[in-house]
């Protein structure tokens, strides 16, 4: 039975995020069931983009820190590493992230993902091989950092997805081109991605979470929690049904059900620490115009997919024309035209990608008419 721990942890005071990433890892059997004397421990944590810890935006530096202390404490050496998808270099998101700082203060490196190798998926899929940092296999142990956010595509990004960090750079968005329109492509690939690069430990940074219009420009909520496992898929359901959502609405754990890999229900997880239904909360806010929010079977979903996608659209009065946008957009759909970004909805994939990049929250999700008819 897979187990997952979840353990309060009311605000990022250092000492406290220390005592609450210790709690989550002793309730799973402590450091040493992960870490063994002289491991390279790889920790990657969520560094989107180059994000003052105060937005949400990235893994927090107090969880760093005290993970990066915990490995060392049972003799590991950890190394942060990432490849953030909006930002020019690594060291300069983990500056600004305040990352960095923890990596000078203990002496940790700072690992960019900036070279690809082709790697075999081990396991049977519908993808023979990925396109993966070669940083990655570099290491004994991976700890992987997420936090728990929104996203507009996957509705959350949170354990699995926190591992599309590890292909390089712009191959993320090839990703987002392949899958095309077809979010349960997307998710397929994160999932046998996710098994693939085979992290052995996950802690997520539930502290201060993002729900609305994440995973950049949405709304600060505090859940004070860290949650801890070694099943990525076991772990996202936790953290769905905790925040109100039927696990198989997100489409990782919808895929993983698929190919036999994901807990039948949250009845087959074993959890450990809090109880699940006192930490639950039933107003956390979904992306605006999430079909998957509306409990809409996906047998249902795939008919109406035309009707039931929301639309990308700028809200002018926001925007700053930094280009972001257009940089992202796997398709060429988004232009600028005499200092206005337009786009071009004939070439619209709906990937979202856009979205997830502006830094000014510009870019809205807009409903279609059946969508606005239903909310
Ligand atoms: S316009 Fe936005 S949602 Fe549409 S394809 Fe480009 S990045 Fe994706
Ligand atoms: S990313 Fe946002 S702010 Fe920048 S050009 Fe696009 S819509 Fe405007």
């Not at 790889?42 to 994000?51: C, D, E, R, S, V």
């Amino acid at each position: 039975m897979e187990a997952v721990s979840l353990v309060r942890c009311e605000e990022y005071h250092q000492a406290t995020v220390e005592k609450g990433v210790h709690e989550a890892v002793r309730l799973l059997g402590g450091w040493d069931k992960f870490v063994k004397r002289g491991d390279k421990v790889l920790i990657k944590p969520n560094l989107l983009t180059g994000a003052p810890p105060e937005k949400g935006v990235t893994t927090h530096p107090s969880l760093v820190r005290a993970v990066v202390l915990q490995v060392k404490e049972a003799g590991g050496i950890p190394t942060i590493g990432d490849s953030p998808m909006f930002s020019s270099s690594l060291v300069r998101a983990a500056d600004k992230a305040g990352l960095k700082e923890v990596a000078d203060h203990y002496d940790v490196r700072l690992v960019e993902f900036d070279e690809s190798i082709e790697v075999d998926n081990p396991y049977e899929g519908t993808f023979r091989r990925f396109e993966i940092a070669k940083q990655v296999f570099d290491f004994d142990v991976i700890v992987n950092l997420p936090k728990l956010k929104t996203h507009s595509q996957m509705l959350l990004t949170l354990a699995v997805k926190n591992l599309f960090g590890c292909v390089v750079g712009r191959k993320k968005v090839q990703w987002h081109f392949k899958a095309g329109t077809d979010r349960l492509y997307f998710a397929r690939m994160l999932v046998e991605l996710y098994r693939t690069i085979g992290p052995q430990l996950t802690i997520v940074d539930g502290i201060v979470a993002m729900e609305g219009n994440g995973p950049q420009s949405g709304r600060l909520r505090e859940l004070g929690l860290i949650l801890a496992g070694r099943e990525c898929v076991a772990l996202d359901m936790v953290i769905a049904h905790l925040l109100g959502l039927e696990p198989l609405l997100l489409p990782t754990t919808f895929v993983a059900k698929e190919m036999g890999i994901a807990p039948v229900d949250i009845g087959e997880i074993k959890i450990l620490g809090e109880e699940l239904n006192k930490v639950a909360v039933d107003d956390f806010q979904f992306p605006s115009y999430s079909t998957m929010a509306w409990n809409i079977p996906y047998w249902l979903q795939r008919r109406l997919k035309r009707y039931l996608t929301p639309l990308p659209s700028v809200e002018l009065s926001k925007c700053t024309l930094c280009h972001r946008c257009l940089e992202a957009c796997p398709t060429g759909a988004v232009s600028d035209s005499n200092s206005q970004m337009i786009i071009n909805y004939d070439k619209c994939i709906t990937c979202f990608c856009c979205q997830e990049a502006c830094p000014e929250g510009a870019i809205q999700l807009q409903g279609r008419w059946l969508m606005r008819l239903m909310s």
